[in-house]
């Protein structure tokens, strides 16, 4: 999983980080004295965490980030590979290379007296950052607010919240956000989840689009059987009376009688054309990637350009689109599949285009027009477990 850290200048990023990674066992305690005392010698005490990141001469000597730094560590569940990005308005471009490798964005914010505003002033970064990593696609966003140590009172609940409220205002085009009250520096609050939503033994679920319901026999993680998995867990799971050919890459598990997945007749989507070197009419059929599903689907029609930043529509049915817009169109798809809303369930509801060997276009689900399908297939397995319910 790539992580891409983001935010303001002097907002403390390469601090948070590498206090992260060092408490994730990305780096030995005798290099963090080494850096500790690297950067004392250099009149730099409060910048070691940050040392861990910048390993370039230039970057130590100024005290800021420029380059894109990566470090790597593991977890319990992931190879984490922590992408760096720079806060200075001259390195926006370094920061979209680094941003559009990553699986989930991290936007520290600085919760000081004076710091957050000037983040998020005119001339602040902190819009522009979560806006560029929206429209590269980064598919989930943390906020880390900060600096709570130097609040006024310290860890001021009433200023966090105050924060939380301001950025939500401008980051609620880009959907579900987790915001983490946090202090990098002395690592408060940095390695606590939270999870929702459970996949256990003799649960029945349907897959669709093939509209296949079945009994869940075992669940597993590395071959060792689990109770139950949750959200983030990578896991198998061995179902009953049900062919290869039944279900395929792409297809879609869940809970047969909570709100079922169904296959998608068509979807209304936000779209922002990053890179094409025409122009997009209704009738384009380029290639979706969402989720595991890989399907051509056609823009059947383009019902609004709008705004990117504010979301304020601009015009009426365009006639096409070009590299920079974005706009609100229905899609169809080629073949069976799918897809849910953004902020119904997040993972199924982020899409890339692409055609000629590139990303055409990065998507954010709206809503989706179900299709109205029959019972399907339902296993004898699946018949039994519901009876013994």
């Known amino acids: 999983i790539n992580i891409v850290v983001i935010g303001h200048v002097d907002s403390g990023k390469s601090t948070t980080t590498g206090h992260l990674i060092y408490k994730?066992?990305?780096?030995?305690?005798?290099?963090?004295?080494?850096f500790e005392k690297e950067a004392a010698e250099m009149g730099k005490g409060s910048f070691r965490y940050a040392w861990v990141l910048d390993k370039l001469k230039a970057e130590r000597e100024r005290g800021i980030t420029i380059n894109i730094s990566l470090w790597k560590f593991e977890t319990s569940k992931y190879y984490v590979t922590i992408i760096d990005a720079p806060g200075h308005r001259d390195f926006i471009k370094n920061m979209i290379t680094g941003t559009s490798q990553a699986d989930c964005?991290?936007?520290i914010?600085?919760?000081?007296?004076?710091?957050?505003?000037?983040?998020?002033?005119?001339?602040g970064?902190?819009?522009?950052h979560a806006l560029l990593a929206y429209t590269l696609g980064v598919k989930q966003l943390i906020v880390g607010v900060n600096k709570m140590d130097s609040t006024e009172p310290l860890y001021s609940q009433k200023r966090y919240e105050e924060i939380v409220k301001e950025v939500s205002t401008y980051i609620k085009k880009i959907a579900t956000v987790a915001f983490v009250p946090i202090s990098g520096w002395n690592g408060d609050n940095m390695l606590e989840s939270m999870e929702t939503g459970v996949l256990k033994p003799g649960m029945v679920v349907t897959f669709a689009p093939v509209n296949v319901t079945t009994e869940v026999k075992s669940v597993e993680m590395h071959h060792e059987a689990l109770s139950e998995a949750l959200p983030g867990d990578n896991v198998g799971f061995n179902v009953k009376n049900v062919s290869v050919k039944d279900v395929h890459r792409g297809n879609v598990a869940g809970d047969s009688k909570n709100d079922p997945p169904m296959e998608a007749a068509g979807f209304t989507a936000q779209v922002i054309i990053?890179?094409?070197?025409?122009?997009?009419s209704a009738g384009y059929a380029p290639v979706l990637d969402c989720h595991t599903a890989h399907i051509a689907c056609k823009f059947a029609e383009l019902k609004e350009k709008i705004d990117r930043r504010s979301g304020k529509k601009l015009e009426d049915g365009p006639k096409f689109l070009k590299s920079g817009d974005a706009?609100?169109?229905?899609?169809?798809?080629?073949?069976?599949m799918c897809v849910e809303s953004f902020s119904d369930y997040p993972p199924l509801g982020l899409f890339a285009v692409h055609d000629m060997r590139q990303t055409v276009a990065v998507g954010v689900i709206k809503a989706v027009d179900k299709k109205a399908t029959g019972a399907g297939k339902v296993t004898k397995s699946a018949q039994k477990a519901q009876k013994a319910k």
């Open 327 to 336: 706009a609100i169109v229905d899609m169809v798809p080629g073949k069976p």
């Open 109 to 123: 914010v600085a919760a000081g007296v004076g710091e957050f505003e000037a983040g998020i002033s005119k001339n």
């Open 125 to 128: 970064q902190t819009h522009e």
């Open 274 to 280: 990053l890179n094409h070197p025409c122009q997009i």
């Open 105 to 107: 964005a991290v936007l």
């Open 24 to 34: 994730c066992g990305g780096i030995d305690k005798r290099t963090i004295e080494k």
